[in-house]
């Protein structure tokens, strides 16, 4: 229950969004100053497929932004 990702040069911090099977954001982090995040014990995600992006910020700027990755819960 943990992302991680390669740290982007020079990025300050990183937003998170998880998307639900149907596209829809199932949750997002904002904030972020390393690169992962744990999830809480209360983000409870039923069976399906998802997708993750991450975008990198310098000064409120993205600097880098992620495809979004898909991964299963079951």
Do not use: M
Not at 20 to 44: C, I, M, Y
Not at 53 to 68: D, H, I, K, P, Y
């Amino acid at each position: 229950r943990t992302f991680t990702w390669t740290a982007v040069p020079l990025a300050t911090e990183y937003h998170v969004v998880v998307f639900s099977p149907t596209g829809d954001r199932a949750f997002e982090v904002r904030d972020l100053k390393t690169a992962g995040v744990k999830l809480a014990e209360s983000v409870q995600l039923p069976p399906g497929k998802y997708s993750v992006q991450v975008t990198a910020l310098r000064n409120g700027q993205t600097v880098a932004e992620s495809a979004r990755t898909t991964f299963d819960i079951r």
